[in-house]
């Protein structure tokens, strides 16, 4: 069996077919992705099946010097793959001003959340927003399309539940690397 590897600059695993990469058939070329970094992922390749070939050493033997196209031809295709994007959990919890005795919809200030909430949607910021049922006045808002400092911005100073003490925020960046087709 054949073994190659290679660095990508993309961390995440990427699923590479035989025809991408213009292997012969009837052998496999199986990858695995292993990320390094934020940034970075090691590829390894595994070509194997050359004994289903009609002559197998002589494919072989040939395929030696077509590892470095087949290796650009992965890089080219990883190139083509969308990036992971950013988006940001913004975690809600009472703050100093939360009254303890009372229901979030009772506590002085909470609509102001909900307003903020609905500035994000019209802006297209908004993926997702609720409460945690488990853990009385915590809840968590997802936004995408926005840096980290932007975020976090908008979360303490635009929020004026927060702003004013009644919740507390904590912005935690969120590298989204697998989602729905379609989505």
Same mark, same amino acid.
């Given at each position: 069996?054949?073994?190659?590897?290679?660095?990508?600059?993309?961390?995440?695993?990427?699923?590479?077919?035989?025809?991408?990469?213009?292997?012969?058939?009837p052998?496999?070329?199986?990858?695995?992705? &292993? *990320?390094?970094?934020?940034?970075?992922?090691?590829?390894?390749?595994?070509?194997?099946?050359?004994? @289903?070939? *009609?002559?197998?050493q002589?494919?072989?033997?040939?395929?030696?010097? /077509?590892?470095?196209?087949?290796?650009?031809?992965?890089?080219?295709h990883?190139?083509?793959?969308?990036? *992971?994007?950013?988006?940001?959990?913004?975690?809600?919890?009472?703050?100093?001003?939360? !009254? *303890?005795?009372?229901?979030?919809?009772?506590?002085?200030?909470?609509?102001?959340?909900?307003?903020?909430?609905?500035?994000?949607?019209?802006?297209?910021?908004?993926?997702?927003?609720?409460?945690?049922?488990?853990?009385?006045?915590?809840?968590?808002?997802?936004? @995408?399309?926005?840096?980290?400092? &932007?975020?976090? @911005?908008?979360? @303490?100073?635009e929020?004026?539940?927060?702003?004013? /003490?009644?919740?507390?925020?904590?912005?935690?960046?969120?590298?989204?690397?697998? !989602?729905? &087709?379609?989505?």
């Open positions: 069996m054949m073994r190659s590897r290679s660095t990508h600059s993309r961390a995440g695993c990427h699923h590479v077919d035989r025809d991408t990469l213009h292997t012969p058939a052998s496999a070329l199986l990858t695995r992705s &292993t *990320p390094l970094a934020e940034t970075r992922c090691l590829v390894e390749v595994l070509h194997r099946g050359w004994e @289903r070939l *009609p002559h197998p002589a494919a072989r033997s040939e395929y030696e010097n /077509g590892w470095p196209t087949v290796i650009a031809r992965l890089a080219d990883l190139d083509a793959q969308e990036a *992971p994007e950013l988006w940001h959990v913004l975690v809600h919890s009472p703050g100093p001003r939360w !009254q *303890p005795d009372l229901s979030p919809w009772e506590q002085e200030g909470f609509g102001q959340h909900f307003a903020f909430i609905q500035s994000l949607d019209t802006r297209g910021l908004l993926v997702a927003a609720g409460p945690l049922p488990a853990s009385a006045g915590k809840g968590q808002t997802i936004v @995408r399309n926005l840096d980290t400092e &932007t975020a976090a @911005r908008l979360a @303490r100073t929020d004026a539940s927060v702003s004013t /003490g009644l919740l507390e925020v904590e912005v935690i960046p969120w590298l989204v690397v697998s !989602q729905p &087709t379609g989505a």
